[in-house]
């Protein structure tokens, strides 16, 4: 059977029109020092790819190496988070699992029955109506249960943050804390900027202990992409 192949699109424009890499380069790069090897990964485009057999997806390595059979009914990544993620997230039997992209080993089981592209360090996962966070390993970030995870186009992070719903109320998390869900409404995470909303019709902020304050002098979290 022939198959189909499709390049994932990168979120850098710039990233997307490299030259993709070949065997060539490969063997060039282990010729290189240190600082050249650098220069010269940073010119070509090393992800892996999507390949489609009739309605069945799998992934094949930037050389053409089948890393996935084409067995899934759907595979997403970014391509801008697959080199330093190495993982994607797999639909099978209509439940979605972790995989890695560069060996093809399964990371969790088919167990979810939704899961984003990975974007960050953790990733939001939902199951029978309730959400959780998960690492890229496949263990529970915390063993807290939300009500919603929020994704924009399938992206659940926006400058550095996550947004989840609990009881009622919003919270964040940058993929290392995770604040009380504190706001009964929350404003739209800007870059550089504190992370706002209001509660019980007061604006405020969230503290260094994950509280609600009024008081911007006590603000801790914060946009951030770094």
Do not use: H
Not at 109 to 132: C, E, H, L, Q, T
Not at 155 to 177: A, C, M, P
Not at 182 to 197: A, K
């Amino acid at each position: 059977k022939s198959m189909k192949r499709e390049n994932i699109k990168n979120n850098s424009m710039e990233n997307e029109q490299k030259p993709k890499a070949t065997q060539k380069e490969f063997d060039q790069l282990v010729k290189l020092e240190e600082m050249d090897a650098l220069d010269f990964i940073n010119s070509y485009r090393w992800y892996p790819e999507i390949v489609y057999e009739g309605d069945k997806c799998g992934i094949v390595s930037v050389l053409g190496k089948v890393v996935l059979p084409t067995e899934f009914e759907d595979i997403k990544f970014f391509a801008s988070a697959i080199e330093k993620q190495s993982v994607a997230t797999a639909q099978k039997n209509g439940k979605w699992g972790l995989v890695k992209t560069y060996t093809g080993e399964s990371v969790t089981r088919f167990i979810y029955d939704y899961m984003p592209p990975v974007s960050a360090n953790i990733i939001p996962v939902m199951k029978n109506g309730k959400w959780w966070y998960i690492k890229t390993t496949g263990e529970l970030f915390t063993p807290m249960e939300f009500d919603m995870i929020f994704t924009d186009s399938g992206v659940s992070f926006l400058n550095g943050i996550s947004i989840f719903k609990k009881d009622g109320r919003y919270g964040v998390t940058n993929g290392l804390e995770v604040s009380k869900p504190v706001f009964d409404e929350i404003d739209i995470v800007e870059l550089d900027e504190f992370i706002s909303g209001t509660r019980d019709g007061i604006r405020g902020y969230i503290d260094q202990n994950g509280e609600f304050t009024s008081d911007e002098e006590m603000a801790y979290w914060i946009g951030d992409c770094s």
